[in-house]
């Protein structure tokens, strides 16, 4: 089986949200894995990270298009983990990461995407987004204190603001894709048990202690919330132009194929192509040819 085969027998509809449609994160199941098992799955990851390294190879050559990737989760959700093994394979010299963490008082003196806009990828290159201008509609709105320190005149403080962001954001990434930057977002779907299960994990590893702050334990009282506001996020932010993946991401390894095969698909849905070379150029790569040839 091929990372295609899979796509086709997974079903990738089933984990993108339709725009406009009220999304209750309990219809989407964090442990699916569809028939597939670890060991296929590992197969099947390989296949993908060596297509994707192809695709990067050839997106960083016509230098046309840039994707940029947009992951979200929980704490312990992977999405650390699944960058690493997904981009495996990929030129670093066309790849940039970019964390998310709390704005610094120079970011809070701008607006709360200006920050983004300064790591968005160059044409040919793939950034990826650990975190993103998305938590200005999550964590922002689950923990209202951060929103007084963004410095916002009183009049922009009413009840829409959300509303309004979720407009600001859409018009973003519709002027992103109109310009070349193709956007994938994806949320690594963990149940609140797998998040248990792997704080503890952290805590009883001492090679993955530095991973934990009890200040994680005090965001997962805020589940709840979170959910709610990553929902209205959902229902409001899949666009046709920027549509949200819900990956289920308690397996690890099903979450790491599935977000790889769909990058995959969408670089091939692009039909990228080498630069044609004009007929001048040939003719000068046949006169270094023969230079070449007639050294001594």
Same mark, same amino acid.
């Given at each position: 089986?091929?990372?295609?085969?899979?796509?086709?027998?997974?079903?990738?509809?089933?984990?993108?949200?339709?725009?406009?449609?009220?999304?209750?994160?309990?219809?989407?199941?964090?442990?699916?894995?569809?028939?597939?098992?670890?060991?296929?799955? =590992?197969?099947?990851?390989? /296949?993908?990270? *060596? %297509?994707?390294?192809?695709?990067?190879?050839? !997106?960083?050559?016509?230098?046309?298009?840039?994707?940029?990737?947009?992951?979200?989760?929980?704490?312990?959700?992977?999405?650390?983990?699944?960058?690493?093994?997904?981009?495996?394979?990929?030129?670093?010299?066309?790849?940039?990461?970019?964390?998310?963490?709390q704005p610094s008082s120079e970011e809070l003196d701008h607006d709360y995407l200006w920050r983004s806009f300064k790591a968005l990828p160059e044409r040919g290159n793939i950034g990826i987004f650990n975190r993103s201008y998305?938590?200005?509609?999550?964590?922002?709105?689950?923990?209202?204190?951060?929103?007084?320190?963004?410095?916002?005149?009183?009049?922009?403080?009413? =009840?829409?603001?959300?509303? /309004?962001?979720? *407009? %600001?954001?859409?018009?973003?990434?519709?002027? !992103?894709?109109?310009?070349?930057?193709?956007?994938?977002?994806?949320?690594?779907?963990?149940?609140?048990?797998?998040?248990?299960?792997?704080?503890?994990?952290?805590?009883?590893?001492?090679?993955?202690?530095?991973?934990?702050?009890?200040?994680?334990?005090?965001?997962?009282?805020?589940w709840k919330d979170y959910m709610a506001a990553y929902e209205d996020m959902f229902s409001h932010t899949s666009t046709d132009w920027a549509p949200w993946h819900i990956i289920p991401a308690d397996n690890k390894w099903f979450?790491?194929?599935?977000?790889?095969?769909?990058?995959?698909?969408?670089?091939?849905?692009?039909?990228?192509?080498?630069?044609?070379?004009?007929?001048?150029?040939?003719?000068?790569?046949?006169?270094?040819?023969?230079?070449?040839?007639?050294?001594?």
């Amino acid at each position: 089986m091929d990372s295609n085969s899979f796509l086709a027998a997974l079903n990738p509809a089933s984990m993108v949200v339709k725009p406009s449609r009220r999304v209750k994160l309990k219809d989407f199941d964090p442990s699916f894995t569809g028939n597939f098992n670890k060991k296929t799955a =590992k197969e099947l990851l390989i /296949q993908s990270v *060596e %297509e994707l390294s192809s695709y990067q190879n050839v !997106l960083y050559a016509q230098n046309t298009y840039a994707l940029l990737l947009i992951f979200q989760a929980m704490d312990a959700a992977g999405k650390d983990s699944t960058i690493k093994h997904v981009m495996s394979g990929v030129n670093p010299q066309g790849c940039q990461v970019f964390s998310f963490k709390q704005p610094s008082s120079e970011e809070l003196d701008h607006d709360y995407l200006w920050r983004s806009f300064k790591a968005l990828p160059e044409r040919g290159n793939i950034g990826i987004f650990n975190r993103s201008y998305y938590e200005e509609v999550l964590v922002v709105r689950v923990r209202p204190g951060l929103l007084d320190q963004q410095q916002l005149p009183q009049s922009t403080l009413g =009840k829409d603001i959300w509303q /309004q962001r979720f *407009e %600001e954001i859409n018009n973003f990434e519709k002027y !992103l894709v109109n310009n070349g930057i193709v956007v994938m977002k994806f949320f690594l779907n963990v149940s609140k048990e797998e998040q248990k299960k792997r704080f503890l994990e952290r805590i009883d590893r001492p090679e993955k202690n530095w991973k934990f702050s009890i200040a994680d334990v005090q965001e997962r009282g805020r589940w709840k919330d979170y959910m709610a506001a990553y929902e209205d996020m959902f229902s409001h932010t899949s666009t046709d132009w920027a549509p949200w993946h819900i990956i289920p991401a308690d397996n690890k390894w099903f979450t790491r194929l599935a977000v790889a095969s769909l990058v995959c698909q969408k670089l091939k849905s692009l039909n990228l192509a080498f630069p044609v070379l004009e007929d001048n150029h040939m003719e000068r790569l046949h006169e270094a040819r023969v230079m070449l040839e007639s050294e001594e």
